[in-house]
């Protein structure tokens, strides 16, 4: 197994990070313009991406998701554990809380930008439960400790489950946005996870998002809009907890059951008549279907 960690805002390196090697990893749909580090954190082999580039110059709507999770494939990672700053929906997923998201809801419109498929291939996976059970588990567990550890006023709680909801970006919502998206019963805002959450079932690749509250986007009346500078504070509060969280999971990682049916999600997916599938997507996406065209 390999753990493959995705850094989002406020996290761009891992602390105690051996690296091995670094490289900017070239894929059938471009070169993921981040460079991918190699290397081991307690035991665990490593692939650590910083999502927005290492001095944050890659925009939420500007993120090649295809190239990132194509390349960890490439890379052997079996396993992701995404680190995502958020904006909360709810009074009691307070700033500086943590979110172990068990659900999204997609309110962009790039969906032909978050599959692998079509142009001559269709695939349609079921995401029904769109995260990995079992490292959203060890999630919980390595972010509960963490948070133990934490010496504050107010120590952050970490919440077992919430929908995230996808938006484009890279504004924040109106406050009418906001309070609907509260309305509907929704728990935390970003602009990125559902992509990679997509694609990551689709490459057969376990995926869990640790989500950081950084703010109440703009719905609360008791606090201001979100603003830059508000989630730039909590950010740097959030990227201590976040590394020592990413810590905890390497160190269990081997332990990690590996039951789950991630790695299946294709098995019965493609629909299409093999003869009938253009040669050159049968290349692109070798690595992603494996034998399943033979």
Avoid at 213 to 223: E, I, Q
Avoid at 245 to 266: G, P
């Amino acid at each position: 197994m390999k753990l493959g960690i995705i850094g989002g805002s406020g996290l761009c390196t891992i602390d105690h990070f051996t690296l091995k090697k670094s490289e900017f990893v070239e894929t059938p749909f471009g070169t993921a313009r981040s460079p991918f580090l190699e290397g081991t954190l307690d035991g665990a082999e490593i692939v650590f991406l910083a999502r927005h580039g290492r001095e944050h110059s890659i925009a939420p709507h500007e993120l090649n998701h295809r190239a990132n999770i194509y390349a960890m494939k490439k890379l052997g990672v079996t396993h992701i554990l995404s680190i995502s700053a958020v904006g909360s929906l709810r009074e009691d997923y307070a700033p500086r809380d943590v979110v172990i998201v068990d659900q999204y809801f997609d309110r962009t419109t790039k969906a032909s930008t978050h599959t692998f498929f079509g142009e001559g291939i269709v695939a349609h996976i079921s995401f029904a439960h769109p995260v990995c059970p079992n490292l959203s588990d060890l999630a919980y567990r390595a972010s509960s400790k963490a948070a133990l550890r934490v010496v504050s006023m107010k120590r952050p709680k970490v919440h077992r489950g919430g929908t995230y909801v996808n938006i484009e970006g890279p504004a924040f919502s109106t406050k009418a946005e906001s309070q609907i998206y509260k309305s509907w019963g929704l728990d935390v805002i970003g602009m990125t996870n559902l992509a990679e959450a997509k694609l990551a079932r689709e490459a057969g690749i376990c995926y869990s998002t640790v989500a950081m509250v950084t703010d109440y986007d703009s719905w609360h009346s008791d606090f201001e809009a979100v603003t830059v500078e508000m989630v730039v504070e909590n950010l740097r509060a959030n990227a201590a907890l976040a590394k020592e969280i990413i810590a905890n999971v390497a160190a269990e990682f081997s332990t990690l059951e590996q039951n789950c049916e991630c790695a299946h999600a294709l098995d019965f997916a493609i629909i299409t008549e093999k003869s009938s599938i253009p040669q050159k997507r049968r290349e692109d996406l070798s690595l992603i279907i494996g034998n399943r065209l033979d």
